[in-house]
């Protein structure tokens, strides 16, 4: 026993020096992403939005929980529109990985994003007892790096829960989609921009 | 009366003679699915080394819907010859089921119906049909989905020197729904699409083994999105040859190859055009066990063209409609070739066993219309592990991972590309399990792993570094059911760091302490008491909190709980659970940091949520049981900010249900099957749609 445990140890102490991760610039003057207190409710529904709008992977795996083991379990339901344009996707299986592997993707592929998560909203309170239930209408306006546009504008219904000391988005689910105040058209939900990057 | 009308048109087409014999349907849709994944699994772990039919599992490409496991169609074919008997009758029974529902539930409420039918036949063929009918609809929006489907198979079995299966499905869906302004939008799809699929396994041929199929399907899709056409038919053929050869007692050697070639014509919006798909795959395996080792060596080689009509998209892949001048609707040409190599092996001498794995993926993806253009990427992967049980009860185990893959872009038109988006993943793991003494045990997990993304040439500001490390220690004692204790110590640490200066503002090193102890206690048969602690502390450092340009602070947040659980059975009808959890947190900001290096923190919140819970279940007969359950919370929450602040919240909530399973009649059963409840709660997070609302899922059922 006393011989495993050494060899455990020694092991374990080596394997500091064999993952270390790469220095960091020193951040630039203007480009702070400010995130509220994850202690809010409502504050991570605001930073989930903040993440979109500055494409930082860690601040939306924040919002959902990626990376925490005590976080609940993510899930994504699309709309009817996504699920009949999307067949092949296995939203039945939609959870953290899935979301973090899309958002990934998203972020590496698109150059600017404009999002607005409460650009409407349908239904807001108070959260109790460590649960939050909210319906809003987000917008959402993505640039590739050639500089087309597209939009996007729907209704959806979150479930936020408190778990441990910060609460996290466990449920997003998109209605439908909404129209273009500029053109009247609908625009498609988020469920389209996740079929299309969740796969790469 | 939609529901009626298909059945019957389905029992008529079941009352024509049959003449060929088939076998279990249930068997020919799934279980060779299910067989095939569990060879496809077992391989990966290295499990017995595979017969000729279980290498034959090497031909069929992963994606194609259409192929079979020839292992599993081998097993099957076995199966019926077994059980071939010539003096059955032809019809040996005739069944029918038809069931109906309500599913209910706080988003949606489904009403739907089922008809199956089927016919068996001698040698164990058998025909089946099924037709069935829904209708959703949901409570938060004005939304509703009608869905219409029916299904005939029939499968020849062993009447012929090969395998036939025949197969016709309808799917009929329409999605209607009205937006917040009011907006009626429509989905429809119609899909129509039959089938035939030959087999023939277990062909021998001097020392190897064939297995030869073919399929042919006829598809037809009529589809509607937003005011749209969307709809496609064409026609599907495709065709295989798997083969094995047993080298030696220890050595079996197999190739397969798969063909598959798609046409005809689809439409899209305003535009129609021909549609095609050509598909092929080649595999090459070898699977070995000899002594003390075993394992398999793989590769294989896929790639396919298609041609379809699709919506003109930009360089991300998303569809393009703000940019002027651009074409909507595209012909698009898109090809893969992927080929793909594996190495799994496993050594195992008395207590130790060594294993490893090593794969490299490897292939190309483009696109003749899409502004994506070409992509191109690699995958490599090394996993290997150390394991060593030095007794019944402890063991040691060391693993080590490595993943690295890239995938690099040109998009359409580009002169070159755009460099490679690289992640590499460095994973270690260490497990250690240790009897201590009587009725107790330690466990031990380390586990540290460090993911990079690199972003060649910067053609984006994302690369990062993710830095986790993760180290438990728990002590657990059971006195075999009479008393059980536990004790937890956790450590965690999770670094977030970006590497460039615009995104690196936010870098953070975030370190949790937790200790949880906890017990159950059996105290007499009718009651159990248990008790979980927790008492959890994380400091996140952000890493250039120091510079003037980054406003972030130090903090720290705490949180205790404490969760208490009785339960009593009063007899062999009545239970009751009664439970307490207590959660308590603070959050806490630095403020500043005196000259001796000392801290100083500012809370900024503290709240405490108790809740209370009551649940009872009594069997009132054999086949009803009433049951019930409410909770109180109570959520006390305090800001201390510029302003400070208190908010009360109480909110609850009762259901009162049964669960109901009853049957009348031996012969042709009439079943009364599920559960039903209804809620009522109350709050200020609760919505309109969920202050009071029926969960329920029950399904009465007849057969005869």
């Known amino acids: ?200 | 009366m939609m529901v009626l009308i298909v059945s019957v048109g389905l029992w008529l087409v079941l009352a024509a003679p049959v003449q060929a014999q088939s076998q279990d349907q249930s068997q020919d849709q799934s279980q060779p699915e299910e067989q095939a994944d569990q060879e496809e699994v077992q391989q990966d772990r290295l499990g017995d080394q595979p017969t000729g039919a279980a290498a034959d599992t090497l031909v069929a490409p992963a994606d194609s819907s259409v192929v079979r496991s020839l292992s599993a169609l081998n097993a099957q074919a076995q199966s019926g010859l077994q059980q071939e008997l010539d003096s059955e009758p032809f019809l040996q029974s005739f069944d029918v089921e038809p069931s109906s529902g309500i599913g209910a539930e706080v988003r949606k409420v489904r009403y739907w119906g089922e008809l199956s039918s089927t016919a068996s036949l001698e040698k164990n063929a058998r025909v089946t049909a099924t037709a069935g009918y829904s209708w959703d609809e949901y409570r938060k929006q004005d939304k509703t989905v009608e869905l219409r489907d029916g299904t005939v198979n029939h499968n020849t079995g062993t009447a012929f020197p090969f395998i036939m299966s025949m197969n016709v499905n309808w799917n009929w869906k329409e999605d209607q729904t009205v937006n917040s302004a009011g907006v009626f939008n429509v989905n429809k799809s119609d899909v129509k699409r039959g089938s035939i699929n030959l087999r023939k396994p277990d062909i021998t041929m001097g020392f190897m083994k064939h297995a030869v199929f073919l399929d042919g399907s006829l598809r037809d899709q009529k589809g509607e999105s937003q005011g749209k056409r969307t709809d496609s038919s064409e026609g599907i053929s495709a065709g295989g040859l798997a083969s094995t050869y047993k080298v030696l007692s220890s050595m079996t050697l197999a190739t397969g190859i798969w063909r598959q070639h798609n046409k005809g014509e689809g439409a899209l919006g305003e535009e129609t055009s021909p549609i095609s798909t050509d598909e092929d795959s080649l595999r090459f395996g070898t699977f070995y066990r000899r002594g003390l080792w075993k394992g398999y060596f793989n590769v294989k080689r896929t790639n396919y063209i298609r041609r379809y009509l699709d919506y003109n998209r930009n360089t991300a892949g998303l569809v393009d409609t703000t940019t002027p001048g651009v074409q909507k609707i595209v012909n698009e040409l898109e090809e893969k070739d992927a080929i793909s190599l594996e190495w799994a092996n496993q050594f195992r001498l008395g207590r130790v066993g060594v294993g490893w794995y090593m794969a490299r993926d490897t292939g190309t993806h483009g696109y003749q219309a899409s502004g994506v253009g070409d992509r191109e990427r690699l995958q490599d992967q090394v996993t290997a592990d150390l394991s060593y049980r030095y007794s019944a009860q402890d063991s040691v185990t060391f693993s080590f991972g490595y993943l690295w893959k890239w995938d690099d872009q040109r998009v359409r038109d580009a002169t070159a590309a755009r460099g490679r988006q690289i992640n590499k993943k460095r994973d270690f793991f260490f497990d250690w399990n240790q009897h201590l003494f009587q009725r107790t045990s330690l466990y031990f997990k380390f586990s540290q792993g460090l993911s990079q993304d690199i972003a060649e040439n910067r053609f984006n500001e994302n690369d990062r570094d993710r830095l986790e490390t993760h180290s438990s220690l728990q002590v657990s004692s059971d006195w075999e059911g009479r008393f059980r204790a536990n004790m937890l110590f956790s450590y965690r640490q999770v670094q977030d760091l970006s590497i460039r200066e615009s995104r690196s503002s936010n870098n953070n090193v975030k370190d949790t302490f937790e200790i949880s102890p906890g017990y159950a206690w059996p105290v007499a048969s009718w009651v159990s008491f248990q008790q979980n602690f927790l008492i959890s502390i994380q400091y996140t450092e952000f890493v250039f909190s120091y510079l003037p340009q980054v406003s972030r602070d130090n903090n720290y947040n705490k949180r205790g709980t404490l969760n208490t659980k009785v339960s009593f059975t009063l007899n062999e009808r009545l239970k009751l659970i009664v439970s307490h959890d207590y959660n308590a947190r603070f959050n806490a900001t630095r403020t500043m940091t005196d000259a001796t290096g000392k801290e100083f923190y500012h809370i900024d919140l503290e709240q405490r949520i108790s809740t209370l819970d009551f649940a009872m279940s009594y069997q009132a007969s054999p086949w009803l049981k009433l049951e019930g359950a409410t909770f109180r919370t109570k959520d006390v929450k305090d800001s201390f900010g510029r302003t400070d602040s208190t908010v009360d919240n109480r909110s609850g909530e009762v259901w009162l249900g049964a669960t109901v399973n009853k049957s009348w009649g031996h012969k042709n059963p009439l079943t009364l099957a599920g559960t039903a409840r209804n809620y009522h709660a109350y709050g200020p997070n609760v919505q309109e749609s969920n202050k009071e609302y029926w969960d329920a899922n029950l399904t009465l059922s007849w057969q005869f």
Request: with cysteine; hydrophobic share 40%.
């Open chain 1, 1 to 200: 026993m006393v011989m495993m445990a050494a060899v455990g140890g020694s092991l374990v102490a080596a394997c500091g020096c064999l993952f270390e991760p790469r220095d960091s610039e020193p951040p630039s003057s203007g480009g702070e992403v400010v995130y509220l207190p994850r202690g809010e409710a409502i504050n991570v529904w605001t930073n989930a939005e903040k993440a979109l709008n500055a494409l930082d992977f860690p601040g939306w795996g924040d919002a959902i929980g990626g990376g925490v083991a005590e976080s609940p379990s993510f899930r994504y339901f699309p709309d009817g529109q996504t699920l009949q344009d999307f067949p092949n996707v296995d939203w039945d299986n939609w959870g953290r990985e899935a979301e973090m592997a899309f958002i990934n993707n998203f972020f590496n592929n698109v150059t600017l994003v404009q999002a607005d998560l409460t650009d409407s909203t349908i239904f807001f309170q108070d959260p109790s007892g460590g649960e939050a239930d909210w319906r809003f209408i987000y917008f959402l306006t993505v640039t590739d790096p050639n500089g087309a546009t597209t939009q996007y504008r729907a209704s959806c219904e979150v479930k936020l829960r408190l778990r441990g000391s910060f609460w996290y988005i466990e449920e997003w689910i998109d209605e439908q989609g909404e129209e273009d105040p500029g053109t009247g058209a609908i625009l498609p939900t988020m469920g389209s921009l996740r079929a299309t990057f969740v796969s790469r």
